[in-house]
């Protein structure tokens, strides 16, 4: 298994910045791509952005595109989440997640495609 620690949340004013971390470890060898979501109070958790492990793939929801980035350090066993121009409605605990096998098309955006998750850190951005 593979256990994520997120970190980086916070309250900032809508137009500001956040970077989020999400730190693996264990049976890290074995990941092929990682994943954040978000969950807001009320509403179903949702993709937001996921890279794959070697390389390669990045997807973003159009929701952040243009405004987010996500990027690995594969020495540090860390993936981040860069996000720009914050508006109110990202305003949601974000999780990080992991899966260990391929994956193609829509499994990509999919909660329940991913084997593991962190605790969550809350992002809250105020207008």
């Known amino acids: 298994q593979v256990q994520l620690v997120e970190s980086g949340g916070g309250l900032v004013q809508a137009g500001g910045s956040l970077r989020l971390s999400c730190a693996a470890s264990?049976?890290?060898?074995?990941?092929?791509?990682m994943g954040w979501f978000r969950q807001a109070p009320g509403k179903e958790r949702e993709f937001v952005a996921a890279i794959r492990w070697s390389g390669g793939n990045r997807l973003y929801a159009d929701s952040v595109t243009g405004r987010f980035t996500i990027y690995r350090d594969n020495s540090e066993n860390t993936v981040y989440l860069q996000m720009n121009s914050l508006k109110p409605e990202d305003t949601a605990v974000y999780y990080c997640?992991?899966?260990?096998?391929?994956?193609?098309?829509?499994?990509?955006?999919?909660?329940?495609?991913?084997?593991?998750w962190g605790q969550g850190t809350q992002v809250t951005v105020s207008s």
């Open positions: 997640a992991a899966r260990d096998r391929f994956m193609s098309g829509s499994t990509w955006f999919r909660a329940s495609s991913y084997d593991n």
């Open positions: 264990g049976r890290t060898f074995s990941t092929y791509a």
